[in-house]
């Protein structure tokens, strides 16, 4: 799956049918996620808000808008991306600068990510993340055999990345910036950079992590937490001990959907970052083993796009929304069980947010009218 040449493996000739068993996948995690949403979020939203179905109507709302764009982008010509590769990422950096534009940027939480367009709230960053593997798509396969030269081909993408991971930082939100550099190492790898190059930028890049962690106080409390949550279990500790409680109570078959109690103000975020601990409470183990399983056939169908994909763009433009998903679901799952310090990443098609849905499910969309060429 690590294609080496810009030129079509085979004709693309007339579209076939798209993978509808990825769809059908994608279907089942937002369905699963609407169902989440209004579970975590109805007590929190009638205290907050008056109206206990307030985030259920409005991810009902983005579920609708993010299938309609689905159903358009997978009908529409996977190689038109290629055209608009430049225009797609340059735009994202601009929506990206808008954010820490004082009365064009949003703060919330002490954070500048999202911006206003009339009555809705759009995160550039999410917007980004599939503008940035279609930019990285189209340079990879322009000139393959550059790939294999660091100065000329593993030096110039990675600068773009860092501006994109620059004002990411800026705003501040470390985990969308981690997931964007993650996301971006490996698509180098798949589009057959050299594995030492690559080790030699995660080997530069380990102290400017190490710095960021550590030279602001709220991202050093959490990593001091993440190894020993105990420590101060009602200050940078309680998010995961919340966590975990929840995941525990659950157990093997849950405590019912409904019935769960962290998400009664005990949870932060229970509807976003932390809903996949609500789905351990109320599902417990057979719950949670099956969204992972979800995950896993969503990762395999992605792949398997990748792998029999008709010409190295679509290859790696399919592998790397597939990575750009699965790494999002590592991050999330891993912060939930306190396998990872605690950061700000939602679960793909399943945590309350416009922006993250739309993006995944047009992702998706892609995906599936690349598979509408493949010949599998």
């Given at each position: 799956m690590?294609?080496?040449?810009?030129a079509?493996r085979?004709?693309p000739?007339?579209?076939?049918?798209?993978?509808?068993?990825?769809?059908?996948?994608?279907?089942v995690?937002?369905?699963?996620?609407?169902?989440?949403?209004f579970?975590?979020?109805?007590?929190?939203?009638?205290?907050?808000?008056?109206?206990s179905?307030y985030?259920l109507?409005?991810?009902?709302?983005w579920?609708?808008?993010g299938?309609?764009t689905?159903?358009?982008l997978?009908r529409?010509?996977?190689?038109?991306y290629?055209?608009y590769?430049?225009?797609?990422?340059?735009?994202?950096?601009?929506?990206?600068?808008?954010?820490?534009?004082p009365?064009?940027?949003v703060?919330?939480r002490?954070?500048?990510?999202?911006i206003?367009?009339?009555?809705?709230?759009?995160?550039?960053?999410?917007?980004?993340k599939?503008?940035?593997?279609?930019?990285l798509?189209?340079?990879?396969c322009?000139?393959?055999?550059?790939?294999?030269?660091?100065w000329?081909?593993?030096?110039?993408?990675?600068?773009?990345?860092?501006?994109?991971?620059?004002?990411?930082?800026?705003?501040?939100?470390?985990?969308?910036a981690?997931?964007?550099?993650?996301?971006a190492?490996?698509?180098?790898?798949?589009?057959g950079a050299?594995?030492f190059?690559l080790?030699?930028?995660?080997?530069?890049?380990?102290?400017?992590?190490?710095h960021?962690?550590?030279?602001?106080?709220?991202r050093?409390a959490?990593?001091?937490?993440?190894?020993?949550?105990?420590?101060?279990?009602?200050g940078?500790?309680?998010h995961?001990?919340?966590?975990?409680?929840a995941?525990?109570?659950?157990?093997?078959?849950?405590?019912?959907?409904?019935?769960?109690?962290?998400?009664?103000?005990y949870?932060?975020?229970?509807?976003?970052?932390?809903?996949?601990?609500v789905?351990g409470?109320?599902?417990?183990l057979v719950?949670?083993?099956?969204?992972?399983l979800?995950?896993?056939a969503?990762?395999?169908?992605?792949f398997?796009?990748?792998?029999?994909a008709?010409?190295?763009?679509a290859?790696?433009?399919?592998?790397?929304?597939?990575?750009?998903?699965?790494?999002?679901?590592v991050?999330?799952?891993?912060?939930v069980?306190?396998?990872?310090?605690?950061?700000?990443i939602?679960?793909?098609?399943?945590?309350y947010g416009?922006?993250s849905?739309?993006?995944?499910?047009?992702?998706?969309?892609?995906?599936?009218?690349?598979?509408?060429?493949?010949?599998?």
């Amino acid at each position: 799956m690590r294609p080496q040449s810009a030129a079509p493996r085979t004709q693309p000739g007339s579209p076939r049918v798209p993978d509808m068993l990825l769809l059908a996948i994608t279907l089942v995690l937002v369905g699963l996620g609407i169902l989440m949403v209004f579970s975590s979020s109805s007590y929190t939203a009638e205290v907050r808000m008056g109206d206990s179905l307030y985030y259920l109507k409005r991810q009902g709302v983005w579920a609708m808008v993010g299938l309609f764009t689905l159903l358009v982008l997978q009908r529409l010509d996977y190689r038109i991306y290629r055209r608009y590769a430049r225009g797609c990422i340059f735009l994202a950096l601009i929506l990206l600068v808008f954010t820490l534009v004082p009365g064009i940027g949003v703060a919330a939480r002490g954070s500048q990510r999202a911006i206003m367009m009339g009555p809705i709230f759009v995160s550039p960053a999410e917007l980004i993340k599939l503008c940035l593997v279609i930019y990285l798509s189209h340079t990879f396969c322009r000139v393959p055999e550059k790939i294999k030269r660091f100065w000329i081909g593993v030096v110039p993408p990675l600068i773009v990345v860092g501006v994109v991971v620059g004002l990411i930082l800026l705003q501040p939100d470390l985990g969308t910036a981690s997931t964007i550099a993650g996301t971006a190492l490996i698509l180098l790898y798949i589009a057959g950079a050299r594995f030492f190059h690559l080790l030699l930028v995660v080997l530069a890049g380990a102290p400017v992590a190490a710095h960021l962690i550590m030279s602001e106080e709220y991202r050093r409390a959490r990593f001091l937490a993440f190894l020993d949550p105990w420590a101060d279990p009602m200050g940078s500790g309680f998010h995961i001990i919340q966590s975990l409680y929840a995941l525990g109570s659950g157990r093997i078959l849950g405590m019912g959907l409904g019935a769960g109690h962290q998400k009664f103000l005990y949870l932060p975020e229970q509807h976003t970052d932390f809903i996949f601990s609500v789905l351990g409470e109320e599902m417990g183990l057979v719950g949670c083993l099956f969204v992972l399983l979800l995950f896993a056939a969503l990762a395999w169908r992605g792949f398997r796009i990748a792998a029999c994909a008709p010409d190295s763009f679509a290859s790696l433009l399919a592998a790397g929304i597939t990575v750009m998903i699965l790494f999002q679901v590592v991050i999330n799952i891993g912060v939930v069980t306190s396998v990872l310090p605690v950061t700000g990443i939602p679960l793909p098609f399943i945590s309350y947010g416009g922006s993250s849905l739309v993006v995944a499910m047009a992702s998706i969309g892609i995906l599936m009218n690349i598979s509408r060429h493949c010949r599998m």
